[in-house]
């Protein structure tokens, strides 16, 4: 296995391991909504609302994400999306009322969408073409991995302590992945290329 290879291996992994996470996030709603239902504190309509609320806050972060992403090195932006939907996930289920419940899901959204472009625009950057479509395939693959993952959690645990999970593993993950970009960059197997055409080799 040559340099280029196993150079490939280590963004894929890391890339498919955080894309399974936010993956995962990105369903859970779905699989807690009836149990969230039973309370009787939420109505089917309101989580509408809510997934109405997440899905523009992602579809609004994906249009400003994407200008920031060519400003930005990936390290900040994944693990700071990481992070920040972590919290989100953790404080919902201790949101005072249903208004709190939309804006945190909602926000967590804008934070998952910070995720994909840097990503592809790391493997596109730092990856031989030849190895490329075998990198996009792994976290491809973890993008339909993400609902079982989240099925699991919701039938081992109520819905609250899934919402804690998915941010305990999400924040996990944005440490482990702003850890590993770091030890990437330094490698010099990770740089970034922007507008200017001036490549970084080490986020700073």
Same mark, same amino acid.
């Given at each position: ?7 490939? !291996? ?6 498919? !391991? ?7 996030? $990105? ?9 969230? !239902?039973?309370?009787? $504190? ?7 609302? !809510? ?131 770091? $030890? ?21």
């Amino acid at each position: 296995m040559n340099s280029e290879a196993k150079k490939a !291996i280590q963004i894929g992994l890391l890339c498919t !391991i955080a894309y399974l996470a936010v993956y995962m996030a $990105r369903n859970m709603l779905g699989v807690v909504s009836p149990g969230m !239902i039973e309370t009787g $504190r939420y109505t089917e309509a309101y989580i509408g609302t !809510i997934a109405t609320g997440y899905l523009s806050a992602y579809a609004c972060g994906q249009l400003i994400n994407g200008a920031i992403g060519d400003k930005i090195i990936s390290r900040y932006m994944i693990s700071g999306g990481l992070l920040g939907a972590g919290l989100c996930n953790i404080a919902l289920p201790f949101a005072p009322d249903l208004l709190t419940t939309t804006v945190l899901y909602s926000v967590s959204g804008f934070f998952l969408s910070m995720i994909y472009g840097p990503m592809t625009k790391t493997v596109s950057e730092n990856v031989k073409q030849e190895h490329a479509a075998r990198v996009a395939l792994g976290y491809t693959i973890a993008s339909f991995l993400g609902s079982p993952a989240a099925g699991v959690v919701a039938m081992l645990t109520n819905w609250q302590n899934a919402f804690l999970v998915c941010g305990g593993i999400l924040t996990g993950m944005g440490v482990i992945s702003f850890l590993s970009f770091l $030890r990437l960059e330094k490698a010099g197997l990770i740089v970034y290329r922007f507008r200017n055409d001036q490549r970084v080799p080490m986020g700073v």
